[in-house]
Nanobody, 115 residues
Framework: QVQLVESGGGLVQPGGSLRLSCAAS????????MGWYRQAAGKQRELVAV???????TYADSVKGRFTISRGDAKNTPYLQMNSLKPEDTAVYYC?????????WGRGTQVTVSS
């Protein structure tokens, strides 16, 4: 059974950067898209960024120009480079991989932006 595990979260000051990674416990084939979601305390989970199998990327308006999603190697699902972080970026970040029949999720990594 394939599982995703996020890493790279932590505490960072406003204006700082973090790079999130997502590792898969097994191989995932026929991925249509990969993405990153986040859920702040007391709020609903929202899409942050997505990249399709063809390389097309889409970002939430709140992170455009600051975050960059990219595809990993054979053992990694998407990376998320986060720059110019703001306190409102504080949330648990989840990676996601979608195939024709299955959606895979990680358990999340905490990102806290605070001075």
């Amino acid at each position: 059974q394939v599982q995703l595990v996020e890493s790279g979260g932590g505490l960072v000051q406003p204006g700082g950067s973090l790079r999130l990674s997502c590792a898969a416990s097994g191989s995932i084939f026929n991925i249509n898209r990969m993405g990153w979601y986040r859920q702040a305390a007391g709020k609903q989970r929202e899409l942050v960024a997505v990249i399709t199998s063809g390389g097309t990327t889409t970002y939430a308006d709140s992170v455009k120009g600051r975050f960059t999603i990219s595809r990993g190697d054979a053992k990694n699902t998407p990376y998320l480079q986060m720059n110019s972080l703001k306190p409102e970026d504080t949330a648990v970040y989840y990676c996601n991989a979608v195939t024709l029949g299955t959606s895979y999720w990680g358990r999340g990594t905490q990102v806290t932006v605070s001075s």
